[in-house]
């Protein structure tokens, strides 16, 4: 398979530098969410958390907060979804981690604020919200983008 989906990558873009791959445990269930910093012009890295997949086009019900942040502003961001209820067990499902949600956000905006300057937006989508009986929240995919327009994509 590994070989197979390298010669594709090489037909589609022969100038491309392939290193390998990432094979990673396939992640199931969960609630989808959306994590992600950018730089605002006039505020500077903006964090923004809201529910992921078709939930963050449609609902546009985003949290936002301009960094730096504390683990309460963190936490205050998950609950004010006002899809919260959906992260808190809605329907009989068991309720997500939460703290591993916050300390993700967190996570990401020490990831921001580090990179300063060189950092125009960073998204972790999705990002799988889960019970703690299940190891929490997972990033499954993330986007990484350089005041320079590089960018570089990683799959957990």
Request: charged residues 25%; proline residues 4%.
């Amino acid at each position: 398979a590994f070989e197979r989906t390298l010669g594709s990558a090489r037909a589609a873009r022969p100038e491309a530098r392939l290193e390998g791959a990432l094979v990673a445990q396939m992640v199931q269930g969960g609630v989808e969410c959306i994590a992600g910093v950018h730089r605002d012009p006039v505020f500077g890295p903006v964090l923004m958390f809201g529910l992921g997949g078709i939930h963050v086009e449609t609902l546009r019900d985003v949290s936002l907060r301009v960094l730096p942040i504390t683990r309460d502003d963190a936490l205050s961001m998950v609950r004010e979804l006002r899809a919260f209820s959906i992260l808190d067990g809605a329907r009989g499902r068991a309720p997500v981690d939460v703290d591993s949600l916050a300390d993700a956000l967190c996570a990401l905006a020490d990831f921001a604020l580090r990179a300063g300057d060189s950092l125009a937006s960073a998204e972790i989508n999705p990002l799988i919200a889960r019970p703690r009986t299940e190891g929490g929240c997972v990033a499954v995919d993330a986007l990484v983008v350089g005041r320079a327009g590089e960018s570089a994509s990683t799959h957990h």
